[in-house]
């Protein structure tokens, strides 16, 4: 019996190996990012000197947009390949970030919620840049959903601090 519990548990433990592909998948996910990157880059770059202040404004905020994306994938991957399947072995390397292996599933959590407030706030500023363009429902929606996800993020906070206190 002891042997079938053995090899049981060793194949639930094996069984994280699984998830890897979903990291890769995110990876990918990083490489399609930044060929947006690059395509919203290249559209913008040229309207620089003829564009007023607002266009300007929201072709950066669009940039960050991409960026703030590919660095909360890079997160994921990182912290969860981490905590859920191995190790990642830099060999000490320099340019290791300092927070890799230290981040644990409540603080990529909060990372997590924290990164959709920022992208959240960013498409609300771009709607407020062209509010023209919107009803006043349309904005009453983006005004709404942008405040769930600060609310959320506040209670996320909130609950964390409350179970760590319990520790």
């Not at 909360?72 to 290791?96: C, H, M, Q, W």
């Not at 840049?129 to 996320?156: D, N, P, R």
Request: charge should be negative; hydrophobic fraction near 55%; charged fraction near 20%.
């Amino acid at each position: 019996m002891k042997a079938i519990e053995h090899k049981l548990e060793s194949f639930m433990f094996n069984s994280r190996w699984l998830l890897a592909p979903f990291y890769i998948g995110l990876v990918l996910a990083i490489c399609i990012l930044l060929i947006k990157f690059v395509k919203e880059f290249v559209a913008f770059a040229p309207t620089v000197l003829t564009a007023d202040g607002g266009e300007i404004i929201i072709g950066v905020l669009t940039l960050i947009d991409v960026v703030m994306i590919a660095n909360l994938l890079i997160i994921i991957v990182f912290a969860g390949y981490e905590n859920f399947v191995s190790k990642i072995n830099t060999d000490e390397n320099e340019d290791r970030p300092s927070w890799m292996g230290h981040v644990g599933f409540s603080d990529l959590k909060m990372k997590l919620i924290g990164s959709i407030v920022a992208i959240s706030g960013i498409e609300l500023l771009k709607a407020f840049m062209h509010v023209e363009s919107y009803s006043t429902e349309q904005l009453a929606w983006k005004v709404g959903i942008h405040m769930t996800f600060v609310v959320s993020g506040v209670l996320y906070a909130l609950m964390d601090r409350l179970s760590s206190k319990d520790h």
